[in-house]
């Protein structure tokens, strides 16, 4: 298949890095105005932003496959039709992507995709992202009582649980604002989702 990528030069190095891009012919493009008589059979919009204009250009091109990086923002705050996939810095390199769509949507993208994108519910940080921001925010709690520092915290986790980064080492490749926005829509509705004080006091 063909797929139109629009797509940060930092993401451009992990998907040529990834086993599910490379099964397919990549297309990049530096505006998706320019995709109107694009021959592709997917688009993928990684560097989404959820303003009304950026959403009704995309949906010009429906029925094909849209695939945005909204980790945040659930499909009701975006559009129904589209199909929203973590796209976080260091998570376009596995074989698989992470994805959320509605029931019709999600059973066309299956029969095109198959197993290469995982569907979860729709919910804002979908899975792993939510996991990671807990993660770093319980590390941040850590930190602030004094416990450990952030490189202890680091080498802690990856010794202790395998995991390829630390909470800390995530933060620096995702961002902390990223991880910092997923916290704070989720507190919005979980009183679970309390945000550590590590978070506006840099250490």
């Given at each position: 298949m063909i ?8 993401q451009?190095?992990?998907i040529?890095?990834?086993?599910f ?5 990549v297309v990049?493009?530096e505006?998706?105005s ?7 059979d997917?688009?993928?919009d ?8 950026r ?8 029925p ?5 990086n909204?980790?945040v ?7 129904p ?6 796209a ?7 074989n698989?992507?992470?994805?959320a769509a ?9 029969v095109?995709?198959?197993e290469?994108l995982i569907?979860v519910r ?5 899975v792993s992202p ?11 709690f850590?930190l ?6 952030k490189e202890?915290i680091?080498?802690a ?9 630390g909470p800390?080492?995530?933060e ?11 916290l704070e ?8 989702y ?8 840099p250490?």
């Open positions: 797929f139109a990528v629009l797509a940060s030069d930092s451009k190095e992990e040529v890095q990834s086993p891009f490379r099964k397919h012919e990049y493009s505006n998706d320019l995709w109107a008589h694009h021959m592709a997917a688009f993928f990684l560097r989404f932003e959820p303003r009304p204009e959403i009704t250009e995309l949906a010009k091109l429906l094909k496959p849209i695939l945005v909204s980790v923002d659930t499909l009701d705050q975006i559009h039709s589209f199909i929203r996939i973590n976080w810095p260091g998570f376009l390199k596995g698989c992507l992470e994805a509605r029931p019709q949507v999600q059973a066309t993208a299956a095109m995709f198959g290469d569907f729709d919910c804002p940080g979908l939510r996991i990671i921001a807990m993660i770093l925010n319980e590390a941040y850590t602030d009582q004094g416990i450990s520092s202890e680091d080498i986790m990856k010794l202790g649980t395998g995991y390829p980064y800390f080492e995530w620096s490749i995702i961002g902390k604002q990223r991880v910092l926005a997923l829509k989720l507190s919005e509705s979980d009183g679970l309390v945000l550590a004080d590590g978070w506006k006091d250490h």
